[in-house]
């Protein structure tokens, strides 16, 4: 799996959008929804054992099921019955959830660390100012502020483990701005913003 993303990164050929932009393609294209558990099981056994398979207790497919599907009652017009999965108690279910995520956490920190031993354009894209100005200012827009918190906490522990000031904007090295220093008001804008979140 590793080989087959490396070659199509190899491969990669600059292509144009409508407004004459050019950009690289995505290598991840070269990875379909079937070939994620594959990759992971190979590449990232700790986070492929936190997904697990169905039925079994305790990972995070167990526990998206008994979120999407369970409990589930029955009301006969007198009484009401429950007939499906209580396996969970809202206890157990916290302390598993945080196992899970400090291992999904892991993960980021590590992938970023991989990028820097082999793909230093896309690392130094992922930790530029750029990276959030674009990121962080359209999350907020789909995603409640719990996961925007997450998110950049995970971020800042991401910079901090290499050794970057994410508190000051550093731009992208392969992009070019007209206006840098409107880009660092705004970065200072949507870090003050994430500080106060």
């Given amino acids: 799996m590793r ?34 558990p594959v990759f992971l099981g190979e590449g990232f056994p700790e986070i492929f054992a936190c997904l697990g398979v169905r039925d079994q207790r305790g990972t995070l497919r167990d526990m998206r099921e008994f979120v999407s599907y ?45 990028l820097r031993r082999g793909y230093t354009a896309i690392f130094s894209r992922m930790l530029s100012g750029d990276f959030v100005l674009f990121e962080f200012s359209e999350l907020g827009n789909y995603h409640s502020r719990s996961v925007v918190a997450r998110a950049w906490m995970i971020y800042r522990e991401i910079c901090d483990r290499e050794h970057l000031d994410w508190s000051t904007y550093h731009p992208d090295p392969d992009t070019w701005h007209t206006d840098e220093p409107g880009q660092r008001r705004r970065y200072d804008q949507i870090v003050r913003s994430l500080q106060s979140g």
Avoid at 8 to 31: E, F, S, V
Avoid at 78 to 104: E, K, M, P, T
């Fill in 70 to 114: 369970a409990p589930r009652m029955l009301n006969d017009g007198h009484i009401n019955v429950l007939y499906s999965g209580c396996q969970y108690g809202a206890d157990d279910f916290r302390a598993l959830l945080g196992n899970h995520l400090r291992r999904i956490d892991e993960l980021f920190c590590n992938a970023i660390a991989w």
């Fill in 3 to 36: 080989a087959k993303l490396e070659e199509k990164w190899r491969k990669r050929q600059q292509r144009t959008l409508p407004n004459g932009q050019r950009y690289l393609a995505d290598p991840a294209a070269a990875i379909g929804h079937d070939d994620v």
